[in-house]
């Protein structure tokens, strides 16, 4: 077995857990000031990255720490006698240190979120004989969040776009993203921050900046410079606004590690010891087994383990997964007790006519490949009447609450202002025509659905939509393949009088002009006679 030793979590009892949802930063007790995390993610609020899960407080250790190695076995020490940076008293760094400075509970909640993991990483870096402040990163990227998300496709504690994730070695797939995978996103991170540093030639505030906004802008910023004669320091170029702002954060918070008592600050104390393993469990496993097995919580499982998406870990691999130490040898005595068939659960499924593979998958969740493994299928060809073996989730889908399916829908299922409207994605549909159509913003959209804008969208994909109550928009009618909550459909016939025009009477009634030519087997092209009869569908809630 391989080991690979993390940090203790052991967070004070009464804390309270929070998540960033649409601005709001949710407490177990009341709702915290949105602007402070946003703030200190995006001071310039050029980016968005979003939290889209609740932090959950528990230990990985078996014993509480005390005192004593509190003040003894404190991991501040170990990376304060590595700090190397230059801390110029330039205007935008300390801008941002006051920031920090006047926000405590922000410190201390990051903390709390990088306690599982920072010893790992300052191990890996100085493994790496990289910067000891590169182990802040996740701090200015995510706030130390494998789970959060940018509107610019970001993702996991590092926020890696999906194609500098794979190449950098991060696997992303249906059943497992290494982007959130603390350990793939990690190495992916290093070998990316190693590669910028030799792109320019050592200089680290370069290597940082071009990890925010790309080594092409940087480089052509410093070309630039060149050109006109001026310095090609990373204070002096001409960058975007948030990689202006990127690398004071990391110095800002270089500079309070640093000199804590100087602020009059406190840092939370995170132990400079491993308690977490990573344990090689040799093929598929679902999640909700494995937690079990291990004596903790599907959330707690799920929430060490975020690169999973599904139920149940990848079958192509990676095969590990990260367990308090002091859990692992239960836990492998009850998985080598486990035979194949076990580790899953399974269902047997009776061939219906009209079904295929595909359809098959969707019903429970899992992948056509998947199915065609487990039943030595060669090709798509399946004969009703047979049956199948469908591995399938051992407990219900929502009881996987941090996979992608669950997160989705509990981010699609908080109430917004407006009418909620249920869009299927059809074939041609993107995030611009269904903001045309219903009067809203594509990001928007994005933001409600829990994915980036420029996330490919699915055909069938269900989106959830919140339209204003004053919209005069109303493409919600049942032939469209819409769902409206409350609204009251109504078919009518009109008498086109004269000076009617199709998009007139599209305004009127709050309809689509395709929805008028289907309706009615008629042609926008062609003009409407005084007269003329045409059938409309017809929203009656809203005001005509």
């Not at 980016?47 to 078996?62: E, L, R, W």
Request: aromatic fraction near 8%.
């Amino acid at each position: 077995m391989k080991y690979l030793l993390l940090p203790v979590v052991v967070l004070l009892a009464g804390c309270q857990s929070l998540s960033q949802s649409d601005g709001d930063i949710v407490t177990d007790n009341h709702i915290a000031d949105p602007i402070e995390i946003n703030q200190a993610l995006l001071a310039d609020e050029s980016i968005d990255v979003i939290h889209p899960v609740a932090d959950i407080d528990f230990s990985v250790n078996n014993t509480l720490k005390d005192q004593k190695s509190i003040d003894d076995n404190n991991i501040w020490p170990r990376i304060r006698s590595q700090l190397s940076f230059d801390i110029p008293e330039q205007k935008r760094l300390v801008s941002q240190r006051n920031w920090y400075v006047q926000h405590p509970s922000y410190l201390k909640r990051v903390a709390k979120r990088a306690e599982p993991f920072l010893h790992y990483i300052v191990e890996e870096l100085e493994k790496n004989d990289m910067p000891i402040e590169l182990a802040l990163l996740p701090i200015v990227e995510s706030a130390f969040d494998p789970f959060a998300y940018s509107h610019g496709r970001a993702s996991g504690m590092w926020q890696f776009v999906p194609g500098t994730g794979e190449r950098f070695g991060m696997k992303q797939n249906w059943w497992y993203d290494g982007r959130r995978d603390v350990v793939a996103s990690t190495e992916g991170a290093i070998q990316y921050l190693k590669y910028l540093n030799k792109f320019f030639d050592g200089d680290w505030m370069l290597a940082l900046a071009a990890y925010n906004s790309g080594e092409g802008r940087v480089r052509n910023a410093v070309r630039k410079n060149k050109r006109l004669g001026k310095p090609i320091d990373f204070w002096s170029l001409d960058l975007p606004k948030e990689t202006r702002a990127y690398v004071p954060k990391l110095l800002a918070l270089a500079d309070i590690i640093k000199r804590p008592e100087d602020f009059n600050l406190s840092l939370y104390s995170i132990d400079n010891k491993s308690v977490l393993s990573q344990v090689d469990i040799k093929s598929q496993l679902d999640l909700a087994k494995a937690a079990t097995l291990a004596g903790l919580s599907l959330a707690e499982l799920q929430r060490l383990n975020p690169g999973f998406n599904r139920w149940a870990t990848d079958p192509d691999g990676p095969h590990r997964l990260l367990l308090p130490s002091h859990t692992v040898e239960k836990f492998e005595l009850g998985l080598n007790k486990l035979s194949k068939k076990d580790r899953l659960a399974w269902q047997r499924y009776k061939i219906k006519s009209g079904d295929n593979l595909g359809l098959i998958a969707n019903k429970f969740n899992t992948r056509v490949d998947l199915i065609q493994q487990v039943n030595n299928i060669k090709g798509n060809q399946i004969r009703a009447g047979k049956h199948l073996l469908i591995p399938v989730a051992a407990k219900s889908l929502d009881s996987y609450v941090f996979s992608q399916g669950q997160r989705i829908a509990k981010k699609q299922s908080k109430p917004q202002k407006g009418r909620k409207i249920v869009h299927t994605v059809k074939s041609g549909d993107n995030l611009w025509d269904i903001g045309r159509k219903y009067k809203v913003d594509g990001k928007s959209i994005a933001k409600w659905n829990g994915f980036a804008p420029r996330d490919t969208l699915k055909l069938g994909q269900k989106l959830v939509v919140w339209q204003k109550e004053s919209s005069n928009a109303n493409y919600a009618n049942s032939k469209a393949g819409n769902n409206v909550e409350n609204a009251i459909m109504r078919n009518i016939t009109y008498k086109v009088r004269r000076g009617d025009s199709f998009a007139r009477i599209a305004d009127k009634f709050n309809v689509r002009i395709s929805d008028i030519e289907r309706w009615n087997n008629i042609d926008r092209n062609k003009y409407l006679q005084p007269g003329q009869r045409i059938k409309l569908a017809v929203d009656v809630t809203n005001n005509i």
